[in-house]
């Protein structure tokens, strides 16, 4: 029994020896396969990807998701444009869309108003002057009601474009930010630009 | 083809935008209702002064059968004054004081008549009256 554990012993052993004989350290070393000159151009390469992940991180953080600030603009309009740092415009597509259906309401009430007069009168100029009186404001009422829409569809189609754009400045930003960096730790030790 | 769709759109909305004529005395799109004529040929006689029982009579030309029921005989005090109405009679004359409930006072006053039509649907239930249109203002001076 104990002569059978020597032997296993013994059997790992060589066979790890051997497989360390096998592997060759030089080629795995060999940073110059990768393209890079020897370990001053890996290490510029180590610092470049680190680079990359940090800025990218930031941008993760700092950037809008299209989809939630299309969620954000249909519930309240101009409010997508207003997360993407676009806050007159945002500003104008909230008042255009609150004074539209506002005035698109007033109106409705107005007619509604008309119309029950309308409803009870009984005499024949009463009659003709309640519709007539309840059918105007109707119409512009409808007419309102539909600038709403194609305000809020546009607001819709123009949040796309802010978060966009206020992406590619997020990028532009981070990019500038990092080419400005006075001072950096790589492995090669402390950087400092003047 | 957008130019279309956006006419079409529009067209959709002002049909949607119109309203309904529910009012069931609405002749329009109904031709089974007849609207009172418009009546004329208002006269206005006022008792004598000292008289102690004053009154207004008024007189008008009545209008066909056809399309009248009873009329109305409204009372202002100006001539772009609000109306109220102060009988109804079923004849062409109105003698404003003759009733208990009538109240007439020495001063000045404008009279305004219309007729109505009693109107029903197709199972003779009661709609309501349709007045018709009223009458030009006519002066009176109800001495003391």
């Known amino acids: 029994m104990r002569k059978t554990g020597f032997t296993l012993f ?3 052993l060589a066979s790890c020896l051997l497989a360390q004989i096998q592997f060759d350290i030089e080629s795995f070393a ?5 393209g890079w000159q020897d370990w001053r151009g890996r290490a510029a390469y180590r610092e470049d990807l680190l680079n990359r992940q940090e800025m990218l991180q930031l941008y993760e953080m700092e950037s809008s998701s299209i989809g939630a600030a299309i969620l954000k603009s249909a519930l309240v309009p101009g409010f997508g444009q207003i997360t993407s740092k676009a806050g007159t415009k945002g500003t104008i597509f909230l008042g255009a869309e609150l004074l539209s259906l506002g005035v698109s ?10 119309y029950n007069q309308y409803l009870t009168a009984t005499q024949i100029d009463d009659i003709q002057q309640y519709y007539s009186l309840a ?10 009601l539909a600038l709403g829409v194609v305000i809020w569809g546009y607001n819709i189609y123009d949040v796309i474009l802010t978060t966009d754009n206020y992406n590619a400045q997020v990028w532009q930003d981070i990019l500038q930010k990092h080419s400005k960096k006075a001072v950096s730790l790589g492995p090669e030790g402390i950087r400092v630009r003047f | 083809m957008k130019t ?6 529009l067209v959709l909305l002002l049909t949607a935008a119109c309203l309904k004529h529910n009012n069931p005395l609405d002749p329009y799109d109904n031709p089974d209702i007849i609207v009172p004529d418009q009546v004329s040929g208002v006269q206005c006689f006022a008792s004598q002064a000292g008289s102690a029982n004053k009154y207004v009579e008024v007189r008008w030309i009545a209008n066909p059968a056809l399309n009248t029921d009873g009329y109305y005989v409204f ?23 003759s009733e208990a409930w009538h109240s007439v006072l020495p001063g000045d006053y404008w009279y305004k008549v219309s007729a109505f039509r009693d109107v029903y649907d197709g199972n003779g239930n009661f709609l309501g009256k349709l007045e018709g249109r009223r009458s030009e203002p006519r002066f009176i001076r109800v001495p003391a």
């Open chain 2, 4 to 9: 279309k769709l956006i006419l079409a759109a």
């Open chain 1, 135 to 144: 059918q105007t404001p109707r119409y512009y009422s409808m007419l309102f």
């Open chain 1, 105 to 114: 309401l007033y109106l409705y009430d107005r007619s509604n108003y008309y």
């Open chain 2, 75 to 97: 009372r202002g005090l100006a001539y772009n004054s609000d109306y109220a109405v102060v009988d109804t009679v079923a004849t062409n004359f109105c003698n404003h004081g």
């Open chain 1, 10 to 12: 013994f059997l790992i």
């Open chain 1, 30 to 34: 060999d940073s110059t396969k990768y």
